[in-house]
């Protein structure tokens, strides 16, 4: 149900006609003007394996800029409660798509007052227009959203996720005049919300996260493929 109400209200803000109405008023410096806080707000509804693809370049810019802030923006089907303890990111703020006009108040509060938004979203025209509220945003362009970002990495489906996001982070820091560290597609990091139960994993660990809920049945794989590539990872000396 929440996913399906979510879907919903994007397509309210898919109208073309209040999204340019928005952005008009949004040009005046008044409604958006350039700050230079430290913060870095990060856009990101769903899901566990996109926020996953999401963290290496949050990794990267905390790396070279320890003093900023990085607030991720998301939903409670990225299993926020994971990434709170992955330490990585400084705070998350819940969109609860069950009370969506109190949680767009907030997100456009939060984006607003920051220094610089990055829209990691490539589907969502909620999270578009959150992020123009923010002085400087950057966002990924599509064939249906990204248009009336203030600076725009076109997307790219033959290109992997953590690359592209990569990409909104580079030119997000050129923007601001910040380094950023090299890509490290590995997140040493995350092994330590793995190891806080009574689970102790050795050195070589590869988890296998299927995710695919309903609406994206078709993206599933069948069992034995999993099978198939279990095997392989135990033979290779892997724990899975």
Request: positive net charge; contains cysteine; hydrophobic residues 40%.
């Amino acid at each position: 149900m929440p996913l399906k109400l979510m879907k919903f209200l994007d397509k309210f803000f898919r109208f073309s006609t209040l999204i340019l109405i928005f952005v008009r008023i949004l040009s005046f410096k008044s409604f958006r003007s350039v700050k230079n806080n430290k913060v870095f707000v990060v856009i990101k509804l769903s899901a566990m394996g996109d926020l996953l693809c999401l963290l290496p370049s949050i990794e990267a810019f905390k790396k070279e800029n320890p003093e900023y802030r990085v607030v991720v923006i998301t939903t409670k089907r990225s299993n926020p409660e994971f990434w709170q303890k992955a330490g990585i990111v400084d705070n998350l703020q819940i969109f609860n798509i069950r009370s969506p006009f109190i949680s767009l108040y907030r997100a456009i509060r939060l984006t607003s007052s920051a220094e610089i938004c990055i829209d990691a979203d490539q589907y969502y025209q909620i999270s578009q227009f959150v992020a123009l509220f923010c002085g400087r945003n950057v966002g990924f362009r599509t064939p249906i959203k990204g248009k009336f970002f203030d600076y725009q990495v076109t997307y790219s489906g033959t290109l992997n996720e953590k690359i592209l996001f990569y990409k909104l982070f580079e030119t997000s820091c050129s923007v601001t005049n910040v380094n950023l560290a090299p890509l490290n597609p590995i997140l040493p990091a995350l092994g330590k919300t793995s190891t806080e139960g009574n689970c102790h994993f050795p050195d070589k660990v590869i988890c296998l996260y299927p995710g695919s809920s309903k609406n994206a049945a078709f993206r599933r794989w069948h069992i034995e493929n999993y099978l198939n590539l279990a095997n392989l990872i135990v033979d290779a000396n892997y724990r899975c």
